[in-house]
């Protein structure tokens, strides 16, 4: 189902997209800071600081994506927020989950759509007061995205991997804020759907909100995107898995108890059995692509988002770098459990 957009909101998605796209012709459509200035970094001995933009509470890869991303020490992690609606819920989670990796120096931001009703993951989230949080949290999530990108000294990587009426919104009122940062999202079907399917999807962080990414696309930042193609089949099952379920970690308990809670809040229906598989991690990919690209092969391709959900292959629509297909799977698997049971973060 598409995600409801009120008229004000489907207006401020459209000013957003004018906004970024004036933006990027008095910039003569050249680029921010690109994937080469982000690795860098890492080159050079600094960590790459990251806004993380995220519709957690939905489906669970976001809690694994969550998760990879605090366990991932080449990342500083500079703000967290919730995006896509029932927003001040996932930001409860947020900093839940920040609490438990004892990371209450991450601020949270609550998006735009900040509404509170009972989710997937409320079983585990239980009574949490956003009030009890140790840490910062910022009542205007948007907001909190543009102070923190224009006050970063280092370009900053926005890892987007929901709906991002949030990131339409940053555009409408600071277009400028697209020449300091890159955007990398899980967005989007080339040339496979679901599962790994030869009909291109929907898919649906375009289709519930296309008009924002309409604004991303046309905002004057380099964009790179893991679509379906390569985030739709990843999973991790048997050995790898039990790895997992084995961990002691704190933020690995509590990313276990937050897919065992959103398996039966689903009823246990088309969903698998967390005792022996994880579902499909989509997001883990973009958190990867933040630092990495190593595993995966990169095209850039005019992608052009349709009003119906679909990015489509079109001459005439801007350049985006997409990870079409892995030249490693199981290393990726490997690389995740990795780091989700690593003792770093």
């Known amino acids: 189902m598409r995600y409801p957009m009120s008229r004000r909101s489907f207006l401020s998605a459209a000013a957003g997209a004018a906004a970024a796209a004036r933006a990027a012709q008095a910039a003569g459509d050249r680029p921010g800071p690109t994937v080469r200035d982000t690795f860098g970094l890492a080159r050079a001995g600094k960590k790459i600081p990251v806004v993380f933009d995220t519709d957690v509470g939905g489906d669970i890869d976001d809690t694994w994506a969550l998760a990879m991303l ?4 080449e990342l500083d992690v500079k703000l967290v927020t919730s995006d896509s609606g029932n927003d001040t819920y ?12 004892g990371r209450t120096d991450i601020p949270v931001g609550i998006g735009c759509r900040p509404g509170d009703k009972k989710g997937r993951q409320s079983a585990w989230l239980g009574d949490y007061d956003l009030a009890r949080y140790p840490g910062t949290v910022h009542r205007d999530g948007v907001g909190a995205i543009i102070d923190t990108i224009r006050a970063s000294r280092d370009p900053i990587t ?17 277009p400028d804020v697209a ?3 890159r955007f990398v999202g ?29 604004a991303v696309f046309a905002a004057p930042w380099e964009v790179s995107v893991t679509p379906l193609d390569t985030c739709g089949i990843v ?29 039966a809040a689903r009823g246990g229906k088309g969903v698998p059995d967390p005792d022996q598989r994880s579902s499909t991690l989509f997001d883990t990919v973009a958190v990867y692509m933040a630092f990495s690209e190593n595993l995966l092969g990169m095209e850039t391709l ?38 989700l049971t690593s003792t770093k973060g």
């Open 70 to 73: 605090l366990k991932s020490p």
């Open 90 to 101: 996932r930001a409860r989670i947020l900093a839940k989950m920040l609490e438990v990796a």
């Open 158 to 174: 926005l890892v987007a991997i929901g709906p991002v009426p949030n990131l339409a919104e940053v555009l409408r009122r600071a």
């Open 179 to 181: 020449r300091r940062a």
């Open 186 to 214: 899980m967005h989007g079907s080339v040339r496979r759907g679901y599962g790994g399917s030869e009909e291109i999807s929907a898919e649906y962080n375009v289709r519930a909100c296309p008009e924002g990414l309409q």
């Open 235 to 263: 999973h991790l099952e048997g050995a790898k898995y039990q790895k997992i379920l084995r961990c002691n970690d704190p933020v690995v308990e509590a990313l276990v108890a937050n897919y065992r809670a959103w398996c």
């Open 302 to 339: 005019p992608l052009r988002v349709t009003d119906d959900g679909f990015t489509k292959i079109d001459p005439a629509a801007r350049p985006v770098r997409c990870a079409t297909q892995w030249k490693d799977l199981p290393a990726f698997e490997d690389e995740l459990v990795r780091r």
